[in-house]
C-alpha cells in the first residue's frame, strides 16, 4: 500500500464535523442535523404522506422533558409561561420537526399533537414555527409559519422577509378547530420550502445556519386582553431563542456517484494500491459527513457513556465492464467485533438485481466485516444465500499499527477493505447504475478483552439505508452507482473556470475544537506547500503536510497531537500555510 490509511483519510475527509458533544449530552441540543435528501420533490399539502417523510433519519423533538432516542434529537432550551387562573401547563404538545433537501429546496415539516391550536391573544406570535437562516451574505432571514390569524379557525399563515424564497401549508387533523377553547383538538401537521438559491446558495454549499422556534400558546381565542390574562405560553427553541446562537443544517446525501472505468489490472488484496482509486468518485460515510446519508448513535440511553472515536469511512467506486470495485478506507482506532452480538467493523452491502427492489425475505447481503473476534484477524468475507453464486469476492488489509479484537496494543491505524461485486450475475450492463446501500459498523473498544457497558461505543453510519427491512425502517432506500466511461473524477476533470484564482486560506472548523479539527486551503497552481502548528510561544508542535500538491480545494484534519502523537493540552494555537508563492498564518482554539 503506497500510505498509510490515516494519511490518505486526511487527504480526502472534506466536510466532517465530528461533533463529539451531540453524544456527550444524550442526544439533546445538537450542534448540526446531516439532512438527508428526498428522492423527488415534496407535494406541498400539509400532510406529510410522502414516502420521504417516513423515513427513518435523523429530527427534532420540540417538547417538555423528552428523552430522546437513537435518531430523536431534544433541543436546546425553553420558556414556559403559565396564568394564575390554570396554574399548570395543561397542553405539553410535542412538535417533531423533520428536514429534508432535494437540491436547493430545503423541506421543513411540523408534527404537532397540540390540544389548543391558537394565536396568542392579539399579539403577532401563534402556535407553529419562527425560524431564521443565514444567507449566503451572512445576514438573517425571517420565515414563519403559525397559526396568527384572528376569527374562527383560520389557516395557518406563511411569512417570509425575501419575497420568492418559499411558501408554506398546514393540516388540520380532524376535530381540530383553530381559536376554538370550547373543544380539545387533535393537533396540526404542516410543510415548508426555502428556496435555498433565492437566499444566495449554489449546490457548493453544503452548510446553512438556522434558528429554529416553536410557540405554543394554549386556551386562547385571538382576542385583545388574552395575552397575560388567561392560558399558557410555551416556547421551545433549537440555537437561540431569537438569534445569536445558530445551528448547522448539513445537506448531504447525493443520490448518485460515478463508478470510474478502469482497464487497470485489479489485485483483491484490500490495500487500494491500484493507481485508478486515486481518481475515483467516493462517499465519505461519517457523522455529520455531507456525502453519506445518516447513522446513530445512542449506547441505548446509557448516559455514562461518549462515543470518543467517531469514525470514518472513505467509500470509492471503479468498474471494469461490468465488475464493480468498492474499496474502503477508515481511520477507525479500534477495529473489533462486537462482542455481545454478531456485528463488527467494516463493510455492510445490500445490492438489488436490476429493476427489482428486493422483498424482506429476498435482501441480498454482502458482508465484508470484522466478524471471527480473535485478536489479528483479518475480515471476514460473507454472502447471504439470496446472493447469485460467484456474486461477490472481497478481503482486507491492516496497516502495520493496527492489531484487530484487542485493546491491549493501543491505538489502532485504521484499516482498508476491497469488494469486487460481479454486477453482471444481477443483471446489469456496463452503463448502467446499480442500485445499492452501504453501511459501515464503527464497533469501539468492545473486543472481549475490552468490553464494558458504559464504555464500548456501537455506531453504523450509511449512504442508502441502514436496514433493508421494513419492520425497521418502514421505506428503505437506494443509492445509485452508475457505470461510467468516465476514468476520473479528480482535479484533471474540473474545468480551467472551476479552478480557484488565488490561493486562500479558510478558518478550521469547528473552531473551537475537540478532539480534531479540519483545515481547508485552495491552491492555484501546482506547488510545494508547507502547513505547520504552532503554540502561543511560537514553538512548532507540529509539520502536517511538507510535499507538492496539484492545483484545487485541499484539506487537512489536526487531531490535536504534536509531532510525536501525544496529545496537546487545551489553548490557543497558529496554523501556517506557506508555498513559495504564498504564506498565511491563522489562530484556532483547542478546548479539552
Not at 403577532?124 to 438573517?140: H, Q, R, S
Not at 447525493?254 to 462517499?283: N, R, Y
Amino acid at each position: 500500500m503506497s500510505c498509510s490509511c490515516k494519511t490518505v483519510i486526511v487527504t480526502v475527509l472534506l466536510f466532517i464535523f465530528m461533533g463529539g458533544l451531540v453524544y456527550a449530552n444524550g442526544h439533546s441540543d445538537p450542534l448540526f442535523l446531516q439532512i438527508q435528501s428526498a428522492e423527488s420533490p415534496i407535494t406541498l399539502d400539509g400532510k406529510l404522506d410522502e414516502t420521504d417523510w417516513q423515513r427513518r433519519f435523523d429530527h427534532l423533538y420540540f417538547r417538555a422533558n423528552f428523552k430522546p432516542s437513537d435518531v430523536e434529537y431534544g433541543v436546546t432550551q425553553m420558556d414556559l409561561l403559565v396564568h394564575s387562573e390554570t396554574g399548570v401547563y395543561l397542553d405539553t404538545t410535542t412538535t417533531i420537526v423533520r428536514i429534508l433537501h432535494y437540491g436547493m429546496d430545503l423541506y421543513i415539516s411540523l408534527q404537532s399533537d397540540d390540544k389548543y391550536v391558537n394565536k396568542w391573544g392579539m399579539s403577532w406570535e401563534g402556535d407553529g414555527l419562527f425560524m431564521k437562516v443565514t444567507d449566503a451574505d451572512g445576514i438573517d432571514r425571517e420565515f414563519k409559519l403559525y397559526f396568527n390569524a384572528t376569527g374562527t379557525d383560520p389557516d395557518i399563515v406563511y411569512e417570509e422577509h425575501v419575497a420568492g424564497s418559499g411558501e408554506g401549508v398546514a393540516y388540520k387533523m380532524p376535530g381540530t378547530i383553530v381559536n376554538d377553547t370550547s373543544q380539545v383538538d387533535s393537533g396540526y401537521t404542516a410543510e415548508m420550502v426555502i428556496h435555498l438559491d433565492v437566499l444566495g446558495y449554489t449546490e457548493e454549499d453544503t452548510e446553512i445556519q438556522v434558528i429554529m422556534n416553536i410557540f405554543d400558546p394554549d386556551g386562547q381565542t385571538g382576542n385583545a386582553g388574552e395575552e397575560w390574562n388567561i392560558g399558557s405560553y410555551h416556547k421551545t427553541w433549537w440555537g437561540s431563542e431569537w438569534g445569536g446562537e445558530y445551528r448547522i443544517l448539513k445537506l448531504a446525501d447525493p443520490p448518485h456517484k460515478i463508478a470510474i472505468k478502469t482497464e487497470e489490472t485489479f489485485t483483491l488484496d484490500g490495500q487500494l494500491s491500484e493507481a485508478f482509486w486515486q481518481d475515483a468518485d467516493h462517499v465519505v460515510v461519517a457523522r455529520g459527513s455531507h456525502l453519506s446519508t445518516g447513522g446513530y448513535y445512542m449506547q441505548w440511553g446509557d448516559t455514562l457513556n461518549e462515543y470518543e472515536d467517531q469514525s470514518a469511512a472513505v467509500v470509492k467506486f471503479a468498474h471494469n465492464g461490468t465488475d464493480l470495485y468498492i474499496g474502503v478506507e477508515s481511520n477507525d482506532s479500534s477495529v473489533c467485533k462486537w462482542s455481545p452480538g454478531w456485528e463488527a467493523d467494516g463493510l455492510f452491502l445490500w445490492m438489488t438485481f436490476k429493476d427489482l427492489i428486493p422483498g424482506p425475505a429476498e435482501r441480498l447481503e454482502i458482508k465484508n466485516m470484522y466478524f471471527s473476534g480473535t485478536e489479528g484477524d483479518g475480515s471476514v468475507f460473507e454472502l447471504n444465500a439470496n446472493v447469485p453464486t460467484g456474486g461477490a469476492e472481497g478481503t482486507s488489509f491492516e496497516p502495520p499499527g493496527t492489531v484487530t479484537h484487542t485493546e491491549t496494543n493501543g491505538a489502532d491505524e485504521g484499516y482498508s477493505l476491497e469488494v469486487v461485486v460481479h454486477t453482471d450475475l444481477f443483471g446489469y450492463s456496463d452503463g448502467d447504475t446499480v442500485m445499492l446501500s452501504v453501511c459501515i459498523w464503527d464497533l469501539d473498544y468492545a473486543s472481549v478483552d475490552a468490553f464494558d457497558q458504559h464504555g464500548s461505543d456501537y455506531a453504523p453510519n450509511w449512504w442508502g439505508t441502514q436496514w433493508v427491512d421494513p419492520t425497521f425502517e418502514k421505506y428503505y432506500m437506494y443509492r445509485g452507482v452508475v457505470l461510467s466511461d468516465q476514468t476520473s473524477v479528480g482535479i484533471e476533470d474540473i474545468g480551467p473556470a472551476e479552478l480557484p484564482t488565488t490561493f486562500s486560506l479558510a478558518q478550521n472548523y469547528p473552531n473551537p475544537f475537540n478532539p480534531s479539527t479540519t483545515i481547508e486551503y485552495t491552491l492555484p497552481i501546482a506547488t510545494h506547500i508547507k502547513i505547520e502548528i504552532f503554540d502561543v510561544l511560537g514553538k512548532k508542535v507540529a509539520n502536517l503536510v511538507d510535499l507538492d500538491q496539484k492545483a484545487g480545494l485541499h484539506s487537512i484534519i489536526w487531531n490535536g497531537r504534536d509531532e510525536y502523537g501525544n496529545s496537546v493540552g487545551s489553548g490557543v494555537y497558529f496554523y501556517k500555510v506557506s508555498t513559495p508563492e504564498y504564506a498565511q498564518i491563522m489562530k484556532m482554539i483547542l478546548i479539552k
